[in-house]
């Protein structure tokens, strides 16, 4: 190892992650408005579930159109908990739910009156479904289209089943009007802000697994996966279990979001689980560079951003102007903004006659991984 | 004398009612260089399928004391069966290194699997040295030479410590000194390490230079077997090759090698 690579290794990676902090907790707090810190937490929960999209299909080729099953399974295990603490003594009945019928809570609830089940869930349980469905979809070889058909079907089945279920999980509404968190009071702006550094250290370590996963000997076996699985099983190893793991870290990520994004935003429901939802962090994903490791949290805090401020503006013009996006990052651009160097680069020497036979030769590695 | 060799007793393949590979038997020793060969169509690559655990088969396939036919195809390549593909398959956005380190690796714990490759390992330097890839180690795979990647693809089979080897055509589309590199390095292999090979080649003259063993697929069914001598010498074999009745000298060399 020389030193320039030592400089653009490990110092450039500590130095990346300092300046980042510095950013996002210094920074940002210094000159937002309570308010739009508040969107800038909302925006970290939605690039907290691009890392893991980036680390799936970026790396490992899976198109997870679905993420919002994992998002919604770790926000809606976290709203029961503080619909419950928030629930008078007298009946442990949440508000809503007194208000529909008397049956009192579902039995399925009840776990969630514990905070350490609560926290233990968000975990647990989105790695568990991942688990289960990427075992049982990669061990039958389901995979490109296939899989992602299956995995947006899942979203839109498990909005279904939400808005089915209103007396359970509050319906179309979702649920909301949360006061407390953990025994603090959420109108409190100190305790906001406290809400926010934490999703703000969640998105930091995210990102750090997500490193380490990549340089990872584990990361090179994933992008092997991706681009000859067939190979990959002939020597001795078993793709659906490696695939398997990049998914549920990738649900995992996406539960621990959608858990921070209940008390940031103060309301979850069916609309932010579904498939809309979904495929929109898919495409911050892909404009920001799908194999890369921060391309996926600046495309999501960028088209989150742009979706607010535009919406302010042009109601349904948003929509339109994401498509329109998307299709032009596809068709242009498929390595995401982040290749935008490398592809200019490339026009350049296209446009420029005439370059030495020996330096064509030499091999790059276009794509920004 | 070790106990790696392949037997094949009535490995049968078929296709919806299609027999691809029929009722075949044949067996392969260590150390020994065999070439499969026959026409278009005849079953070659369907009988490796067979026995790296792709296509589902009957009858037996037994390699060092274990019967292969109905394993999972991650679970054969375990036990030490390693193949190629007719169309060189490495991984293209990786380097020569990380190729061969990946195949070295499938019996990591996930300890080291989670950790970053801080050194080349033994085996690599050695498989890169053997294929002669050293000089391109840190290059991405994708844009070595069709030679080259089927080099690397031995070197694959070497470090993941394949002792049965199963190679699909490796020098297809090869130039005449990258064949002839290629035959001595897989006699190499065989006589040194004591491994198994089969070899599937449409190549003749290839075949004529480094053959030990020669087995002949018609249709599914095992035609001959022998020496490179006796299989060119057949008159069943030649019937296959250049279609029924006699045949001067001049065209059976042209076909199947020179001398028969
Ligand atoms: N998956 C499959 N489904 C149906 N038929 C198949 C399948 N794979 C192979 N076959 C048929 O089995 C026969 C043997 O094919 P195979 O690929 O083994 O031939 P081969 O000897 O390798 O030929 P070549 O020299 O052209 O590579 C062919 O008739 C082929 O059409
Ligand atoms: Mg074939």
Redesign the interface.
């Known amino acids: 190892m020389n030193l320039k690579s030592f400089l653009t290794g490990r110092w450039a990676v500590v130095g990346g992650f300092v300046l980042a902090a510095v950013l996002l907790l210094v920074v940002a707090p210094a000159l937002l408005t309570p308010f739009r810190l508040g969107l800038l937490g909302k925006y970290l929960c939605f690039a907290m579930v691009a890392v893991g999209i980036g680390l799936a299909w970026g790396r490992g080729g899976m198109l997870v159109l679905g993420q919002g099953v994992f998002f919604g399974l770790g926000a809606y295990i976290m709203a029961m908990h503080l619909k419950l603490a928030d629930a008078p003594a007298s009946t442990g009945v949440p508000d809503f739910m007194a208000l529909i019928s008397s049956d009192g809570v579902p039995f399925w609830w009840e776990p969630f009156r514990s905070g350490a089940v609560t926290l233990v869930a968000i975990v647990v349980v989105p790695a568990l479904a991942a688990v289960l469905l990427g075992l049982a979809t990669f061990r039958r070889r389901v995979r490109g289209a296939y899989f992602a058909i299956l995995s947006q079907a899942l979203a839109a089945a498990f909005a279904i089943l939400l808005i089915g279920n209103p007396r359970s999980t509050g319906g179309s509404t979702g649920l909301n009007n949360f006061k407390g968190f953990f025994g603090f009071s959420l109108r409190d702006p100190a305790n906001r802000l406290t809400l926010y550094v934490i999703a703000v250290v969640a998105l930091l370590a995210m990102v750090a697994v997500a490193r380490?996963?990549m340089?990872?000997?584990?990361g090179?076996?994933l992008?092997?996966c991706r681009?000859?699985e067939?190979?990959?099983?002939?020597?001795?190893?078993?793709p659906a279990a490696i695939k398997t793991f990049a998914y549920a870290v990738a649900a995992v990520m996406a539960g621990v979001a959608g858990a921070l994004f209940v008390p940031i935003v103060g309301i979850i429901s069916p609309n932010d689980v579904g498939i809309v939802p979904s495929i929109g962090l898919l495409i911050g994903v892909a404009i920001g560079g799908r194999t890369t490791l921060l391309g996926p949290v600046l495309g999501a805090i960028a088209v989150a951003w742009a979706e607010t401020s535009l919406s302010e503006r042009f109601p349904s013009g948003w929509t339109y102007a994401q498509g329109l996006l998307f299709m032009l990052v596809v068709a242009f651009l498929p390595g995401g903004l982040a290749s935008l160097g490398p592809v200019l680069r490339g026009w350049r020497d296209r446009l420029r006659p005439a370059v030495p036979a020996e330096k064509t030769s030499v091999?790059s590695?276009s794509?920004g991984? | 004398m070790n106990a790696d060799y392949l037997e094949l007793t009535n490995l049968t393949v078929s296709f919806d009612g299609f027999v691809a590979v029929d009722r075949v038997n044949m067996s392969v020793l260590p150390g020994d260089l065999r070439f499969l060969i026959g026409p278009n169509g005849a079953g070659k690559t369907t009988l490796i399928d067979a026995v790296s655990g792709l296509v589902p088969a009957t009858g037996s396939a037994r390699w060092a004391g274990e019967d292969l036919v109905g394993r999972k195809v991650h679970r054969i390549a375990r036990l030490g069966v390693g193949r190629t593909f007719q169309t060189a398959t490495v991984f293209e956005e990786l380097t020569v290194t990380q190729n061969l380190d990946i195949a070295a690796g499938a019996r990591r714990g996930v300890l080291t699997l989670a950790r970053r490759r801080t050194r080349v390992p033994e085996v690599v330097v050695k498989a890169m040295e053997t294929i002669g890839l050293t000089d391109l180690a840190e290059v991405p795979a994708g844009t070595l030479s069709h030679g080259q990647k089927q080099w690397l693809e031995i070197g694959m089979l070497l470090v993941q410590d394949a002792r049965l080897l199963m190679l699909d055509e490796p020098v297809a589309g090869m130039s005449a000194e990258e064949k002839d590199e290629t035959g001595r390095l897989l006699r190499r292999i065989a006589a040194d390490a004591d491994l198994t090979v089969v070899v599937v080649e449409h190549d003749m003259d290839f075949m004529r230079a480094f053959a030990t063993s020669v087995t002949v697929l018609h249709a599914g069914k095992v035609l001959a077997e022998g020496s490179v001598e006796q299989v060119q010498a057949d008159p069943r074999v030649q019937e296959v090759y250049l279609g029924p009745g006699e045949h001067s000298k001049a065209v059976t060399e042209a076909v199947l090698g020179e001398g028969v």
């Open positions: 380490q996963l340089v990872s000997r584990y090179e076996l992008v092997a681009d000859a067939e190979r990959v099983r002939f020597l001795g190893y078993d091999p590695l794509g991984s």
